[in-house]
């Protein structure tokens, strides 16, 4: 399937539209001010843009099916739950340049919506029905949440380039390549190096780059520039 922008940002849409769809049947006044508090401020749905295009190289039909609608719903869901859930652990008062839920509300509040979406996300597993899918989805979770306990215990002193990449990988690269095998097996490898260098070069912009930093940006940049002309993958910016 030779893939056009505009066809992935009609798929986008109707993501966006899936996601809001869910979140729209939530209890209670506070849930739903927060879900379009959070909704209202998405960032550049890149996790999703991910399965999108690894599916349509396995054609039209797989591009367009409702179950890839489904798990980059999926993906962009468990996305958004592990920020409210970051934002906490960091401290940090602002997201994508608006105040953090824990910020305007609370920390419990912040927990608890982040969970919701969890919620979501085992909701569409469900509905999908596949073991291997449900099993690499909570594996990517558990790796999510060993890497930040990893980044926890070595803050202060990241003594090698391999704990970097390893914290890199769980946080940031895992649901990237995750999100890529789910739309095509054969494009994980891709996921991982895209996310591995978003990762790094989002510690750039933060200024919590360290002196591994430059060196892994550019393994990762030769290792995308091998693999990428082989999947043929144009549409991921």
């Known amino acids: 399937m030779n893939l056009e922008t505009s066809q992935i940002e009609e798929r986008i849409d109707e993501v966006r539209n899936e996601y809001l769809r869910r979140l729209s049947g939530g209890n209670g006044d506070l849930l739903r001010q927060v879900e379009r508090y959070v909704t209202a401020h998405e960032g550049k749905m890149l996790r999703p843009r991910m399965l999108l295009a690894a599916a349509a190289t396995l054609g039209e039909e797989h591009f367009h099916s409702r179950r890839t609608l489904l798990l980059a719903t999926a993906v962009e869901m468990l996305h958004n739950a592990s920020l409210l859930h970051d934002d906490v652990i960091d401290h940090d008062d602002t997201r994508r340049g608006q105040p953090s839920v824990n910020a305007r509300w609370s920390i419990p509040v912040a927990v608890l919506v982040g969970d919701y979406f969890l919620a979501q996300v085992m909701r ?114």
């Not at 306990?149 to 990237?176: M, W």
């Not at 890529?180 to 978003?198: D, Q, V």
């Open 124 to 237: 569409i597993l469900e509905e999908v029905n596949e073991q291997g899918v449900s099993q690499r989805m909570y594996e990517t979770v558990e790796a999510m949440v060993e890497s930040e306990l990893l980044q926890q215990e070595v803050t202060a002193s990241l003594k090698h380039s391999s704990t970097y990449l390893k914290i890199i990988d769980g946080k940031t690269a895992r649901l990237f390549a995750t999100a890529a095998a789910l739309g095509n097996p054969a494009c994980e490898e891709y996921g991982l190096h895209f996310g591995r260098l978003f990762q790094l070069r989002d510690d750039i912009a933060d200024g919590e780059a360290n002196e591994y930093t430059a060196d892994l940006i550019a393994q990762e940049e030769a290792i995308l520039a091998t693999i990428k002309p082989a999947l043929e993958i144009h549409n991921i910016k």
